[in-house]
DNA sequence: TGACTTTATGTCAGATTTGACATATATTTG
DNA sequence: CAAATATATGTCAAATCTGACATAAAGTCA
């Protein structure tokens, strides 16, 4: 993993700490965060392809905004289960998904 | 959806109730509902092929062997976090979990 | 058969995730 | 530019998920 991933992660809010530390990620620990992180990254191009605001998102989730938001920033708090949820009430198909993992 | 895949879910003991309710599954439910069955089973495979008791995946996972056997169940109170963090934790890639999901 | 190993099931206190809210900041539109 | 709309950020009580434990049930093997 690089610098340019860490700064990614960091700046994101994922506590991280020290470069010691930050090696110390292990390889299950990094593929959950950067899958978690290509999620929100897809959630939003794929919000936006349908153009929906987060708002519009959010009542169809019965979630809030602010939790779109938060999944959209790849904030540490929100769960693959919310992230992956929200794929399909946007209509995507698991074939879709499978193609964000690949 | 069939009557063969509405008991495969019910005596996993997900509550779906009357047929009318069952039918109100809505497309997105029953996407997440049924990937997190397969993730279960592919899970249950992935570790006997490692030859692993679900004792000794627990400590890998600082989990508990109960918890394990409950996410192979398919049982509702296992999320996808747990379970995907269980598939990389096993080893296995993002290209696998991409061809359970397709 | 019975001892031994593995898996299943129920429970629960503690930890994490949740929607909701307030409000700040950014973006769009007129 | 300012008003309107959209998005971001911080907080928190309630809901959900968690590991741990006890123990039951199922499987293995001598």
Redesign the pocket.
């Known amino acids: 993993m690089n610098q340019t991933k860490r700064k990614r992660l960091e700046s994101k809010g994922w506590k991280i700490g020290t470069p010691k530390e930050f090696l110390n990620l292990s390889r299950e620990e990094a593929a959950y965060v950067e899958l978690k992180l290509d999620l929100s990254k897809g959630l939003q191009e794929y919000r936006r392809h349908k153009k929906l605001?987060?708002?519009q998102l959010a009542l169809r989730?019965?979630?809030?905004?602010?939790?779109i938001?938060?999944m959209?920033?790849g904030d540490?708090?929100?769960?693959l289960?919310?992230l992956i949820r929200s794929f399909f009430a946007l209509g995507a198909s698991r074939k879709s998904l499978a193609q964000i993992l690949s």
């Open positions: 605001t987060q708002h989730l019965k979630s809030s905004q602010s939790r938001a938060k959209e920033a540490p708090s929100v769960s289960d919310l």
